[in-house]
């Protein structure tokens, strides 16, 4: 995302190779916590934007997702601050030989918020609505994960869309649901514990209109009520009354006390909307809020010596400065290898990013099963960049390098900061940078998107604990933001993606990673934790990599 025991092995496994994974429900019939009494308090935590509308399936923002989250629940999620995958509504699955059927034995004892059941026929009808997405929902921009997954739709009606992953899905008996792929994917378990594909009530998606939607696809108007006044999953928490979410300004959820599980401890849980990072931190001190995210590096050491908590998120990230290789001189190799070794990225990192980045070494985090240990480097060497510019026969070194405002990120809290530095060193070799930049949503994104920003600063947060949504996001087929086709590396990562076997599947990616930092498509130079900030009080929050923790278990004191 621009804008995250059985460990690693034993879950990649359990992708590739048809293990069969059964897990006990967390908490069961144990009512001895806080659950119905309530005695958890209401937490506030300060969100940077409003959800743009409360249906997974609809949405690409990590502040969308949060309360989707609290809300519903897919068939697979992950384990409490890491990447590997749980049972959650699905107790268990197996993949078929082939890899093309996936059998989903659902738990038994679960209802959605409207009293409803939850079964293999919701499963079909989620799986369904989602594969018969037409018009403006096939748009990318409005069901962003479907397609950036399963690729296409029923009746695909744009240029864009492919054949689709998803073929079907059957209902077997009450609780046995087998979906059918038209390929075999490594990635698709792991791509169910998105917030995009979660169960949600079928009556009420129906009764709410959910997929009533006018305008176009990059900006369309949903009509019906769905997403905005009555989400409805099977979650902890819940929206009980419409009027709870007070557009651009609050959303109260509440705690949801038939939970299939262990209720969760707080009785109220409210989003508080506070576009402004300083503001963020300043309803942190005046008490307003209990918490929020991605607190500004220069914040950290004062909000401490206040007294207030600060909690880490794994790194599951990577920053990077692209290079468009239509665009001369960036298109000559040895042009891109002295721009690697001109950056003092040790230096970057430890003058604009707080203690625990590390210095990236290739395009994905070292969390993740394929990382290469033995990749090409480039270590900061001014003179051997300066030697690769006159081998390069290059005598034109003008280039526009872009970056964005109005925007913090959690692998790039302050663009201009790098910026400044990487022009810096790229001058003292011999380079003349034209300064470009652009505010981020939407002129940045749509620009280096397009293939209009020669040398560019972006990154990556991943959506999903697998290597695929780090190399194949970005490199599995040509895309125009690095403005290269290389046949050698596309099919090697579509070969990785389809693999089943895991030892055979990490050799594909860590092979992918030698050839890409061989090929130099762009330079990664970090990996960080970002920071969240709680008051005295808080406890039971565990930050995750993916950003995608359960408030379930917080409590205030």
């Known amino acids: 995302m ?8 034993l879950i990649a496994g359990a992708i590739a190779g048809g293990l069969v994974l059964t897990v006990a429900a967390c ?4 009512d001895s916590g806080s659950g119905a009494s309530g005695d958890g308090g209401t937490l506030v935590f300060g969100a940077s934007a409003d959800p743009v509308i409360l249906d997974g399936a609809l949405i690409s923002d990590g502040e969308s997702a949060r309360p989707i989250q609290q809300i519903y629940e897919g068939l697979v999620g992950t384990e409490e601050g890491g990447t590997e995958l749980v049972p959650e509504l699905a107790e268990s699955w197996e993949p078929s030989d082939d890899g093309l059927q996936w059998t989903f034995t659902l738990r038994d004892d679960v209802t959605f918020h409207d009293g409803e059941p939850f079964n293999a026929e ?4 989620n799986f369904d609505r989602w594969y018969n997405f037409s018009g403006i929902m096939q748009s990318p ?3 962003y994960y479907w397609n950036a997954v399963m690729g296409g739709f029923a009746n695909n009606e744009g240029p864009e869309q492919g054949e689709s992953m998803y073929a079907s899905c059957e209902a077997t008996d009450e609780f046995t649901a087998t979906v059918t792929l038209t390929r075999p994917s490594s990635t698709f378990i792991s791509a169910l514990a998105m917030p995009a594909f979660s169960m949600a009530s079928p009556k009420a998606l129906e009764e709410y209109e959910a997929d009533a939607v006018s305008g176009t696809g990059e900006s369309p108007s949903f009509d019906g009520t769905f997403g905005y006044e009555h989400p409805v999953g099977t979650g902890p928490f819940m929206l ?8 651009g300004s609050q959303l109260t959820l509440t705690r949801n006390d038939d939970y299939w599980g262990e209720p969760a401890k707080l009785e109220r849980l409210i989003f508080t909307v506070i576009p402004d990072g300083p503001a963020r931190r300043q309803a942190l001190e005046a008490g307003d809020i209990d918490g929020y995210d991605l607190v500004a590096p220069a914040d950290l050491g004062a909000l401490e010596q206040a007294g207030f908590q600060i909690l880490y998120r794994p790194a599951f990230n990577v920053a990077y400065v692209g290079f468009q290789q239509n665009t001369p001189p960036l298109d000559n190799l040895k042009i891109r290898q002295a721009i690697a070794h001109a950056i003092n990225r040790e230096n970057l990192v430890r003058t604009n990013y707080p203690e625990g980045s590390q210095v990236a070494t290739q395009f994905m985090p070292p969390e993740l099963f394929g990382y290469a240990e033995d990749v090409p480097t480039y270590e900061y060497d001014p003179e051997l960049a300066k030697q690769l510019i006159a081998e390069s ?3 034109n070194l003008d280039i526009e390098f872009w970056y964005p405002t109005d925007v913090s990120r959690p692998y790039m809290p302050n663009a201009e900061a790098n910026w400044e530095l990487i022009r810096t060193d790229l001058e003292a070799v011999g380079f003349t940078i034209t300064p470009k930049r652009a505010p981020w949503d939407p002129d940045y994104l749509n620009t280096y998107q397009t293939g209009n920003t020669p040398m560019y600063l972006i990154g990556w947060t991943g959506d999903f604990g697998d290597p695929d949504n780090f ?5 599995k087929n040509p895309n125009q933001e690095f403005a290269f086709n290389n046949p050698e590396i596309h099919q090697l990562l579509q070969q990785a993606e389809a693999e089943t076997d895991l030892e055979a599947r990490t050799a594909l990616y860590e092979e992918a990673n030698r050839l890409i930092m061989e090929f130099l498509p762009g330079v990664p130079y970090v990996h960080t934790e970002p920071a969240v900030a709680f008051a005295e009080g808080v406890s039971g929050y565990v930050p995750g990599p993916l950003n995608n923790e359960s408030f379930a278990s917080v409590t205030v004191e």
């Open 471 to 475: 190399l194949g996001t970005f490199f």
């Open 141 to 143: 921009s409005v069901s």
């Open 393 to 395: 026969g290059e005598t």
């Open 2 to 9: 621009r804008g995250t025991g059985l460990k690693r092995r």
């Open 122 to 125: 919701a499963v079909c009808f």
């Open 240 to 247: 009980a009354d419409p009027s709870d979410w007070e557009r």
């Open 27 to 30: 908490g069961g019939d144990d």
